[in-house]
Each structure stands twice: as C-alpha cells, then as structure tokens.
Nanobody, 129 residues
Framework: QVQVVESGGGSVQAGGSLRLSCVGS????????VGWFRQGPGKDQEREGV???????????YAASAQGRFTISRDGANKNMVVLDMTGLKPEDTGMYYC???????????????????WGQGTQVTVST
C-alpha cells in the first residue's frame, strides 16, 4: 500500500524558515515522483503545486511562487524521504502542505493536484507578519 506521511510544519514569522519532510512507503523511491502542494485557508481553496522531484535523477521543478526560496531534495541516507526547505517565508505561504506521490519513471506529470494519486494527511504552515 502506497503511503506518504508529512511532518515539520509550524508557525514562523515572515522571513523565517521551515523544513518539511515526507516519508514514503509501499514503493521504491526511483519509481515515483513526489510533489508538495499547498492548500490555503478558506473553504474553496484548491491544492496548488509547490515543487516536485523525479524518482530517477532527482530532477526538480518549482512553481513560480516557490522558485528561489524553496528547495526540494531527497535525503541522502533515506531515499524514501523528500524534504522541502522553505526560506524567506511570506504570509501568503500560509496553508496546509501536502505531500503526494505518483508512479512515474522519468519526468513528473503536471504539477497539479489531479496528477497525483497518493496523498498524505498534510502539515500546517502558518506565517505571521
């Protein structure tokens, strides 16, 4: 059974940093893409792609809002762990952050929620002014 579990959320002031971790199980790391998504506060907010990483070659991709501030990477010791290092956090980064996995050899699918099928429960990130 494919599972992903997130951890590492919290509350920080604007300009601060956080590290989110995602541990996958039920699949080998090189057979799936792993993505991070944010769902802002509010009932009708959709999950928006933040960054993803391929299983092979660890090729990364970022949403424009994350480019230059966030880094997605794979843990060197535990290949099934993907981390999202977030720096220069802004209040608009606030939301529930979800990790998701999708079986894919090669390039990742579109960085949209519809492209991913295995989801974690999410971890809350709150950035205050």
């Amino acid at each position: 059974q494919v599972q992903v579990v997130e951890s590492g959320g919290g509350s920080v002031q604007a300009g601060g940093s956080l590290r989110l971790s995602c541990v996958g199980s039920g699949f080998t790391y090189n057979s799936a893409c792993v993505g991070w998504f944010r769902q802002g506060p509010g009932k009708d907010q959709e999950r928006e792609g933040v960054a993803d990483i391929t299983g092979i070659h660890d090729t990364t991709r970022y949403a424009a809002s994350a480019q230059g501030r966030f880094t997605i990477s794979r843990d060197g010791a535990n290949k099934n762990m993907v981390v999202l290092d977030m720096t220069g956090l802004k209040p608009e980064d606030t939301g529930m952050y979800y990790c998701a996995a999708e079986f894919r050899y090669g390039y990742c699918p579109l960085l949209t929620a519809k492209s991913y099928t295995a989801w974690g429960q999410g971890t809350q990130v709150t950035v205050s002014t």
